[in-house]
C-alpha cells in the first residue's frame, strides 16, 4: 500500500534560518511526489512536484524539495525562512494503485517562523 | 482557489440531519475530488468523480454519497450527521494531463 509519513508535528525555526520539513514515502513502483502548503482558513496550495528527472526540485514562493530514492524521502527546503511562511505543510503521493489522481497525504506538519 | 468554489462554507447541523455540501467548478475538469480535513490525519479521500455520472469511494466513504450530473458540479451528502462527520470538507480538482491536485476553500461543518 501507498503511504507517506511526516515525522514531525511541528518545526520552528527563526526567520533567515533555512528551514527543512521532513517526508518519507512507501510506494510500489515509482513515486509521484508532492508538496502542498495551507494558511489558516484556507484551501491547500500546491507548491511542487517530484514526477522524475532532477532530484532537486524547484517550486513556488522560493521552496524547494529534494527527492532521495535510497532514503524513501522528499523533504521540503528553503534556504532562508520567511514569518510569513508560518503555515501547515502537506506532502502527498500519488496511489499508484489507479488510474484515478488519487493523492495520499500525510497528517501535516506545522511550520513555526519566529521572528 | 483554481476556480473552485464550494457551498456552503460554514455550516452547523443537528445530528440526523441530511446535509448536502457543493463543489462547483468552471473549467469542465473530468477528475473532481472531496476530502475531509482532520488534525493528526491529514486529508483523507471521501469520494471521486472520473466523469459525468462516474464516481467510486475513497478511503472514508461510510455515511457519504455523492452525486455529479452535471460536469461543473460535485455535490457530497451526509445522508444523516453524525458528530463524528464534524470536520473541514474539501473539494479538488485535477486539470487533464497533471499529476497535481486544486484545493477549493473549504467547508467547514459542525454537526452537534
Known amino acids: 500500500a501507498q503511504s507517506v509519513a511526516q515525522p514531525e508535528d511541528q518545526v520552528n525555526v527563526a526567520e533567515g534560518n533555512p528551514l527543512t ?3 518519507t514515502y512507501s510506494v510500489s513502483g515509482n513515486p509521484y511526489l508532492f508538496w502542498y502548503v495551507q494558511y489558516p482558513n484556507r484551501g491547500l496550495q500546491f ?8 532530484n532537486l526540485v524547484k517550486g513556488s514562493y522560493g521552496f524547494e524539495a529534494e527527492f532521495n530514492k535510497s532514503q524513501t524521502s522528499f523533504h521540503l527546503k528553503k534556504p532562508s525562512a520567511l514569518v510569513s511562511d508560518s503555515a501547515l505543510y502537506f506532502c502527498a503521493v500519488l496511489d499508484g494503485s489507479s488510474n484515478t489522481g488519487k493523492l495520499i497525504f500525510g497528517q501535516g506538519t506545522t511550520l513555526q517562523v519566529k521572528p | 482557489d483554481a476556480g473552485i468554489t464550494q457551498s456552503p462554507r460554514h455550516k452547523v447541523t443537528e445530528t440526523g440531519t441530511p446535509v448536502t455540501l457543493r463543489c462547483h467548478q468552471t473549467e469542465n475538469h473530468r477528475y473532481m475530488y472531496w476530502y475531509r480535513q482532520d488534525p493528526g490525519h491529514g486529508l483523507r479521500l471521501i469520494h471521486y468523480s472520473y466523469g459525468v455520472k462516474d464516481t467510486d469511494k475513497g478511503e472514508v466513504s461510510d455515511g457519504y454519497s455523492v452525486s455529479r450530473s452535471k460536469t461543473e458540479d460535485f455535490l457530497l451528502t451526509l445522508e444523516s450527521a453524525t458528530s463524528s462527520q464534524t470536520s473541514v470538507y474539501f473539494c479538488a480538482i485535477k486539470p487533464a494531463g497533471e499529476f497535481e491536485q486544486y484545493f477549493g476553500p473549504g467547508t ?3 454537526v452537534t
Open chain 2, 108 to 110: 467547514r461543518l459542525t
Open chain 1, 47 to 54: 507548491l511542487l512536484k517530484y514526477i522524475t528527472g532532477d
Open chain 1, 21 to 23: 520539513v521532513k517526508c
